[in-house]
């Protein structure tokens, strides 16, 4: 089982970045999926997530409005657009399949992970 993230970079406040999560090795498409992002000495943090089928999405507040998580079931991969980027979503960020439970917005509530890809936000 592999996540590759990837889309990350610099990018000047204002901007925008997609991030995309490939998995492989199986298929995940009956499964929940996440993002994640850790920022230098803080804990990782939830960032969006969405259901199986992309009928529901969920966001931490810090990024309602300025972030999208959609899905493409038949490529195996998850994305997360990001607008209006802000130097404090400078951070890693991970991508991650849920486990069975009915939560989204703890780390416990995902089996695998990616290995992350770097954001950088300049001011």
């Known amino acids: 089982v592999q996540l590759q993230a990837s889309g990350g970079g610099l990018v000047q406040a204002g901007g925008s970045l997609r991030l995309s999560c490939a998995a492989s090795?199986?298929?995940?498409?009956?499964?929940?999926m996440g993002w994640f992002r850790q920022a230098p000495g803080k804990e990782r943090e939830f960032v969006a997530a969405?259901?199986?089928?992309?009928?529901?999405?969920y966001y931490a507040d810090s990024v309602k409005g300025r972030f999208t998580i959609s899905r493409d079931n038949a490529k195996n991969t998850v994305y997360l657009s990001m607008n209006s980027l802000k130097s404090e979503d400078t951070a890693v960020y991970y991508c991650?399949?849920?486990?069975?439970?009915?939560?989204?917005?703890?780390?416990?509530?995902?089996?695998?992970w990616g290995q992350g890809t770097q954001v950088t936000v300049s001011s």
């Open positions: 991650a399949v849920k486990n069975r439970g009915s939560g989204y917005g703890s780390l416990s509530d995902y089996n695998y």
């Open positions: 090795g199986r298929t995940f498409i009956s499964y929940g």
């Open positions: 969405i259901s199986w089928n992309g009928g529901n999405t």
